[in-house]
């Protein structure tokens, strides 16, 4: 049985960064966890800063960290950045897992939360998909893709426009 917790105190969240960043063992899968700004390796330090998660979300099994996530506030409103899972337990469904608890937390106070993809990360491109989350603008300078999920609660109550 898995448990997922959510973290907020920055002790902890960049002991938590760290212990992801670990994971990752060659640098184009560093990219694809972060963007190209950051270098492979480089301290973690310098890598959160000016972009400090609000939450971490940490999917355990058993007491072992297998997957991370966080929820980041921007000019977009929340954003999920960062998804990535331990190696070993790739390929068994707990990047979706993941998502879909980040996904759950956002809508029970929001109606969007939005996500950027590296461009040529197609297998976050596809679990992006088909979690629902739409393709809206490219940002190919940067190579990434910014993606949303409207929550259908909002979809299936529009509020009316008021008018004068």
Same mark, same amino acid.
């Given at each position: 049985?898995?448990?997922?917790?959510?973290?907020?105190?920055?002790?902890?969240?960049?002991?938590?960064?760290?212990?992801?960043?670990?994971?990752?063992?060659?640098?184009?899968?560093?990219?694809?966890?972060?963007?190209?700004? *950051?270098?492979? $390796?480089?301290?973690? @330090?310098? +890598?959160?800063?000016?972009?400090?998660?609000?939450?971490?979300? !940490?999917?355990?099994?058993?007491?072992?960290?297998?997957?991370?996530?966080?929820?980041?506030?921007?000019?977009?409103?929340?954003?999920?950045?960062?998804?990535?899972?331990?190696?070993?337990?790739?390929?068994?469904?707990?990047?979706?897992?993941?998502?879909?608890?980040?996904?759950?937390?956002? *809508?029970?106070? $929001?109606?969007?939360? @939005?996500? +950027?993809?590296?461009?040529?990360?197609?297998?976050?491109?596809? !679990?992006?998909?088909?979690?629902?989350?739409?393709?809206?603008?490219?940002?190919?300078?940067?190579?990434?893709?910014?993606?949303?999920?409207?929550?259908?609660?909002?979809?299936?109550?529009?509020?009316?426009?008021?008018?004068?």
């Amino acid at each position: 049985m898995h448990t997922i917790d959510i973290i907020t105190t920055p002790a902890e969240m960049l002991d938590l960064v760290q212990q992801a960043a670990s994971w990752i063992k060659d640098p184009a899968e560093f990219v694809h966890w972060t963007d190209r700004e *950051f270098k492979f $390796q480089q301290p973690i @330090s310098q +890598f959160v800063e000016g972009s400090h998660p609000k939450e971490v979300f !940490l999917l355990r099994e058993g007491g072992v960290s297998i997957a991370y996530a966080e929820l980041h506030k921007n000019r977009f409103g929340w954003v999920i950045a960062r998804v990535l899972v331990h190696p070993e337990f790739r390929n068994q469904g707990y990047a979706r897992k993941i998502m879909q608890a980040c996904i759950e937390h956002v *809508f029970q106070t $929001q109606f969007v939360v @939005s996500l +950027f993809c590296i461009l040529d990360n197609s297998p976050a491109f596809k !679990l992006y998909q088909s979690l629902g989350f739409k393709a809206l603008e490219k940002y190919p300078d940067q190579g990434l893709q910014r993606m949303s999920l409207i929550s259908s609660a909002l979809v299936s109550n529009p509020t009316p426009l008021q008018t004068a």
